[in-house]
């Protein structure tokens, strides 16, 4: 929002002081300025010149030849604007001078000399209008600096809109002089307004609200009589000024007091619309609005009637067949007030958001109306005289707001602040807010005004920004807290993460990578892969990223695929949220999951799932001291290999899968490349006790190694030989290792070493014999063998 | 006897300087001091020399073997310190500016950022929360303080789910659950991923990071709040930061603040990057709106405190020069494996 420092001096005497500070200050205090405007300033020796003489060009049908009062002198002036007559008053500058950011000097222009310019609006930068010389009235004093007859020079600075939003009395210039004037110390001038009741015996106008849910207040005046058409100069700048165009008096003066006071108003032609109801239609329906579009209007909406025709969708906008009109000379003036979340749905679902609709969804002032048709007549009446008000001021107020009082001592600003605020400085910063802030043995009683009052304080902690803000949060001396000392704790999902993200960067020189918690099923498609059932977001972007993701493994699969010329042997990991479906209650059960997917062009299949199966161990070993097992497994996601998965777990608790990759979507990556997947519940995972170190004394004795080798017949697998030495760890066997593996015809050879040690005494082959015995007896008893 | 040990010691003399190398001197040790070598063989002679002799004669016998075993010594050593002379100056000399391939993992930058702020926080008794990211509508909206009709609910910011659940769009959003966790006092933060329903470009995402914090206690206040913050990010930027607060309005908060930082690249003489100002935005925070406290079962006539919200994603830009933020989600490899260690 744009706001003129002229317009600010109207309401808040700010002479003498520094305003561009003081526009800092604002920002630091009320609200962020954008940009800072010297309106103006560019102008130099620019005066109310007279045309005397008008002589057209021997060689140009366009261009005149003048002559010029510029007051001092007469100029000669070579002109080409088409409205130059005799006795016309303009703008000129002088040569010397300048405008719109360029020096006017003498020039030969078409074979005369030019001493001069005359200006149009948009050459003096207070409209967009350049079709022709601003025409000044004929009383204007020729000679005259144009800068001291109009209030041309201003100093404008823009607003975040968005820092507004809470603040619905800062719609307006005099909400904006408020803020000035508690920033200043300087006194707030009242509005002058038109006493209304003066008018209380005139007929009302039939004003019927139907809907008093969505409309709180309806006032309306009418007014007759109305001949003059066009704004004052001063006025129209303003309205440039602020972001507005100049139409035509009527209508500039409803945006005028909108700009000013920040209530939205709309002028209906008196010929057109003479009563009013406020209602919702049953039936969407057409309605055309004043900038001529046609507008689907649904039933949620509410409009503004005349004996049944909907002539104006409130707080939106008018429209078209009762739009204020050249020879139109009485109005019915509507000054209201609306449910700001209806306005704010009806401007969404209309697509259409006015001045009026984002003032209204800020939740404005009730109590506003009537007195911004008071200033309006005021405007009028100044402006043309001959104006007669012919009906009563007619006001439906079916909705108030309810008084905020609130109570406060001393002790609470400064527990808040944690600097000390003397009371005197508290009272002064509130009344000249406009709250009625009392207080008696420090104990504060505060009145709201009502213009703050309709959702923006409500509670005694608003008070306490009102306070802060205009002392200033630059004077606030900052001191550290008091808070007694705690541990500090940790979740433990976070700090296995930690651990997990360090060993396999760090040990296995896996790159991190963060994806969307959707799945991507055009990316899926490239791959072959089906996006599983799961989920869905009712709003997605597209419909491509509707289903929510069930596991990690196609959003890393498509990361590898679309990274495979990267280097021929790369892993990449993420840790992030999938959702399995629904719980009970219906909620997500959303869990945190550890995807890795490997892939390579110069390892075998074999070796990177060995790699991928050692790094999930390392994880299990280091993070928690825990041996993670696998075990042959259906797979769960199609695009997982049909032999090659397995899940894994720990403490018979399963924590995730690990697989090759089917070969159709694997061909779908790099035919020459093989991938490997694994997936870990990092809940789960971070939910396993992390075990002690157990300390085990090292042996002063040589231990002893017996090495076995034995066939594993087909179908058998390493898992089936183990149970065959659980007893025998309990003892002196101190660990198995695998030494030596190949196939065979009828299954697999493989050789396994055992180690034996004795914290008493060297053990001789003779002592362990008897175990080694046990578990060849045990393996013999599920038909495994020793190989010959 | 005397000639003979006279004569081996001749012959051996001569037959050490043609051994020029290991193998001929190990040759004459055994022709010498073997089992069957001629000094070994004289030995055994001795047994035939009488009386007087005898004694002379071994003590002479005993010399040469000295001797030899000494000289062959020598030779030995001298041979070797020549032998690795030759090998050493026969050794490659390696190109240690040779271009060597080096593999290394890479973090993703928000994980780089996050730990640092976490050892800041933790290094100042925060409590480190990992929270959802589907969240109800209670934990994103009515309880920090958004009421039912507030825009920011509206379809077009939040994405809601089939089940009436959102991905949740702040992690304002784990306020709630933490405060009912732990009670007051409290100092916590909780880094999260959040969700906005926008069109992505360079500058925006539907999938971002942030980092919120909140501390509450008896008498935590503005003036506590601006100490934080300034402590806080001189620490995350390296050095002495200017924080100013000007008024924000979030619904959370009572009083809101945004929260600028003097300009990183300039210093707060105004530059493009800060449009001439000196200040940069960095981050909304404030007091905790009762309403809030009120919510997470924390009486708001005890208590008090701040909260703050950073955004992750904004500061890894702002740190590494990211200009797409894009990038970080892409799982772009020749982007993302530049984020090697911390």
């Known amino acids: ?788 | 006897m005397n000639e003979k040990i006279q004569a081996l010691k001749q012959s051996f003399q001569q037959e050490l300087e043609n051994a020029k190398s290991s193998e001929a001197v190990e040759k004459l040790r055994v022709a010498y001091l073997g089992k069957k070598g001629a000094v070994t063989e004289l030995l055994k002679e001795l047994k035939d020399v009488a009386g007087e002799q005898k004694k002379e004669m071994g003590q002479h016998i005993n010399q040469l073997k000295r001797q030899v075993e000494e000289k062959i010594a020598e030779q030995v050593e001298k041979i070797r310190a020549e032998e690795e002379e030759a090998q050493i100056a026969a050794a490659e000399q390696y190109d240690v500016t040779l271009p060597v391939s080096e593999e290394v993992g890479s973090y993703h930058p928000i994980t780089l950022v996050q730990r640092e702020l976490e050892e800041i926080f933790a290094s100042m008794g925060f409590t480190i929360e990992d929270f959802k990211e589907i969240v109800t509508d209670y934990e994103c909206f009515e309880a920090v303080n958004i009421p039912k009709d507030h825009p920011a609910r509206d379809m077009q910011d939040t994405y809601y789910l089939e089940n009436g659940q959102l991905l949740k769009t702040h992690t304002s959003a784990a306020q709630n659950a933490i405060m009912r966790k732990y009670g007051a006092p409290l100092r916590a933060i909780f880094p999260g991923r959040c969700f906005r329903n926008e069109a992505t470009d360079a500058c925006h995402e539907n999938t971002f990071f942030q980092m919120e914090g909140i501390m509450i206690d008896k008498n935590i206040s503005i003036s506590n709040l601006i100490y934080f913050m300034k402590t806080m990010l001189s620490q995350v930027f390296q050095r002495d930061i200017n924080v100013r607060l000007r008024p924000g309005f979030f619904p959370f908060v009572e009083p809101g603040f945004e929260m600028d930082i003097s300009c990183l690249i300039c210093g707060g003489e105004g530059c493009p990057s800060c449009k001439n100002s000196g200040w940069l935005e960095l981050c909304p925070c404030g007091m905790i709106h009762p309403n809030v406290l009120k919510a997470g079962g924390i009486d708001p006539e005890e208590y008090t405190g701040f909260a703050f919200g950073l955004g992750l994603t904004r500061l890894v830009m702002m740190k590494y020069g990211v200009k797409d933020i894009r990038d970080l989600n892409s799982g772009n490899l020749k982007a993302l494996s530049q984020f090697t260690h911390e």
């Not at chain 1, 004093?141 to 020079?153: F, L, M, N």
């Not at chain 1, 008696?440 to 959702?455: E, I, L, M, N, Y």
């Not at chain 1, 009712?538 to 990361?559: C, I, K, W, Y």
């Not at chain 1, 190949?742 to 050879?749: A, D, I, K």
Request: net charge negative; proline share 4%; charged share 25%.
């Open chain 1, 1 to 788: 929002m744009l706001i003129s420092m002229n317009w600010i001096g109207d309401f808040v005497d700010l002479s003498g002081l520094d305003l561009e500070a003081l526009i800092h200050r604002f920002t630091l205090s009320t609200a962020e300025v954008e940009e800072v405007f010297h309106m103006g300033s560019d102008l130099k020796d620019v005066v109310i010149g007279k045309i005397l003489s008008v002589e057209n060009h021997p060689d140009s049908k366009k261009l005149h030849l003048l002559k010029v009062d510029g007051g001092d002198k007469v100029y000669d002036v070579v002109c080409g604007a088409p409205n130059v007559r005799e006795g016309l008053l303009v703008p000129f500058v002088k040569e010397g001078g300048s405008v719109a950011g360029m020096e006017i000097k003498r020039a030969t222009i078409a074979g005369f000399e030019s001493q001069g310019m005359c200006c149009s609006e948009k050459e003096l930068g207070i409209s967009a209008d350049h079709s022709g010389l601003m025409e000044l009235p004929e009383d204007a004093p020729v000679g005259k600096d144009i800068t001291e007859e109009y209030a041309i020079r201003d100093i404008v600075f823009e607003v975040d809109n968005k820092s507004l939003t809470n603040r619905p009395d800062l719609w307006g210039h005099y909400g904006i002089a408020r803020e000035f004037s508690a920033l200043t110390g300087r006194e707030l001038k009242p509005l002058e307004t038109v006493a209304l009741d003066q008018f209380e015996n005139l007929p009302p106008i039939p004003i019927q609200v139907e809907d008093s849910q969505l409309c709180y207040r309806y006032t309306g005046l009418k007014v007759r009589n109305i001949q003059k058409k066009v704004s004052p100069v001063d006025m129209r700048i303003r309205l440039f000024y602020c972001g507005t165009r100049a139409i035509n008096l009527l209508a500039d003066l409803t945006n005028y007091l909108m700009l000013e006071m920040g209530q939205p108003m709309h002028a209906f032609d008196c010929a057109k619309v003479d009563c009013i109801e406020v209602k919702r239609f049953q039936q969407p329906f057409l309605f055309t609005t004043l900038d001529g579009e046609e507008r689907k209007v649904d039933e949620d909406t509410l409009m503004i009637c005349s004996k049944g025709t909907p002539v104006a969708i409130a707080g939106v906008m008018g429209g078209l067949d009762s739009e204020i009109e050249e020879n139109t000379d009485s109005l019915l003036l509507e000054s209201a007030n609306f449910d700001g979340v209806s306005i704010r749905r009806a401007s969404t679902r209309l697509g259409l958001r006015t001045d009026a609709s984002m003032r209204y969804e800020k939740t404005l002032d009730p109590e506003m109306t009537a007195l911004a048709i008071g200033r309006f007549l005021k405007h009028l009446l100044n402006i043309d005289p001959g104006a007669q008000v012919i009906s009563s001021l007619t006001d439906v107020y079916k909705k108030r707001y309810p008084e905020i009082s609130l109570n406060f001592d001393k002790s609470y600003v400064d527990r808040y602040t944690g600097i000390d605020i003397d009371n005197e400085e508290i009272l002064a910063t509130l009344n000249a807010l406009g709250f009625e802030a009392v207080c008696r043995d420090g104990q504060f009683s505060v009145k709201v005004p009502s213009w703050r009052a309709t959702k923006d304080v409500t509670i005694k902690a608003d008070i306490i920004e009102e306070i802060t803000r205009i002392y200033g949060y630059d004077n606030f001396l900052v001191s550290t807290t008091l808070s007694p000392l705690a541990p500090e704790k940790r979740s433990a999902g976070n700090k296995s993460d930690n651990f997990a993200k360090d060993i396999l960067v760090q040990q296995y020189h896996l790159h991190e990578v963060h994806s969307y918690i959707w799945w991507d099923s055009k990316k899926c498609k490239e791959l072959g892969i089906l996006p599983e059932e799961n989920i869905h977001l009712l709003n997605a972007q597209t419909p491509d990223h509707e289903v929510l993701r069930n596991n990690m493994g196609p959003t890393l699969l498509s990361f590898v695929h679309e990274n495979r010329a990267f280097a021929p042997d790369f892993g990449i990991f993420e840790i992030g949220r999938v959702v399995e479906g629904k719980k009970e209650n219906g909620e997500c059960l959303e869990r945190k999951k550890l995807g890795i997917v490997l892939y390579s062009r110069q390892r075998s299949e074999k070796e990177l799932y060995f790699a991928l199966l050692a790094m999930v161990k390392a994880l299990g070993r280091q993070i928690k001291r825990t041996e993670l097992s696998f075990s042959p497994a259906k797979p769960v996601h199609a695009w997982q290999h049909p032999r090659n998965t397995a899940s894994v777990s720990a403490f018979g608790e399963e924590l995730g899968w690990v697989c090759t990759v089917h070969p159709a979507v694997c061909g779908k990556i790099n035919k020459k490349a093989v991938v490997v997947a694994a997936q870990l519940d990092m809940d789960a995972f971070a939910a396993l006790p992390a075990l002690d170190v157990v300390y085990r004394e090292p042996s002063k004795f040589p231990g002893i190694d017996i090495d076995l080798s034995l066939v594993l017949p087909q179908g058998k697998i390493f898992a089936d030989l183990e149970p065959a030495w659980s007893k025998a760890l309990e003892g002196p066997l101190t660990g198995v290792s695998l030494i030596d593996s190949f196939q065979l015809e009828n299954g697999r050879s493989l050789t396994l070493r055992f180690a034996f040690s004795s914290q008493e005494k060297t053990l001789s082959k003779e002592e362990v014999q008897p175990l080694v015995d046990e578990i060849v007896e045990s393996w013999r008893a599920q038909g495994i063998s020793l190989r010959a």
